[in-house]
């Protein structure tokens, strides 16, 4: 049975960090992993998403420099680190199994459930 449980979430000051966790199960193989957010009265947007073999990364433009994905296959765990962090990054983040890494909705196989990240002072 595929389970996408993430982790990592919380509350940070503007300026802050916080490392996001995906740890997939009961897939054999995936063409990526990616991470988009939603923030309340807005649409879900896509941040960043790595291939399988973590040779190929995206970014949206707005987390660019600030944003890191990362996986480790070996413990089927994608990370992301987010550094420089800004109210506007506020927002439910959610891992997805993709079927290609690329950042729209229409490219996500399998949804997680969600983390809250809110950036405030």
């Known amino acids: 049975q595929l389970q996408l449980v993430e982790s990592g979430g919380g509350l940070v000051q503007p300026g802050g960090s916080l490392r996001l966790s995906c740890v997939v199960s009961?897939?054999?193989?995936?063409?990526?992993i990616g991470w988009f957010r939603q923030a309340p009265g807005k649409e879900r947007e896509g941040v960043s998403c790595?291939?399988?073999?973590?040779?190929?990364?995206n970014y949206a433009d707005s987390v660019k420099g600030r944003f890191t994905i990362s996986r480790d296959n070996a413990k089927n765990t994608v990370h992301l680190q987010m550094n420089s962090l800004k109210p506007e990054d506020t927002a439910v983040y959610y891992c997805?199994?993709?079927?290609?890494?690329?950042?729209?909705?229409?490219?996500?196989?399998?949804w997680g459930q969600g983390t809250q990240v809110t950036v405030s002072s």
């Open positions: 009961g897939l054999s193989n995936d063409a990526g």
């Open positions: 997805a199994v993709l079927w290609r890494c690329a950042l729209v909705l229409t490219s996500v196989r399998y």
């Open positions: 790595v291939s399988r073999l973590g040779g190929s990364t």
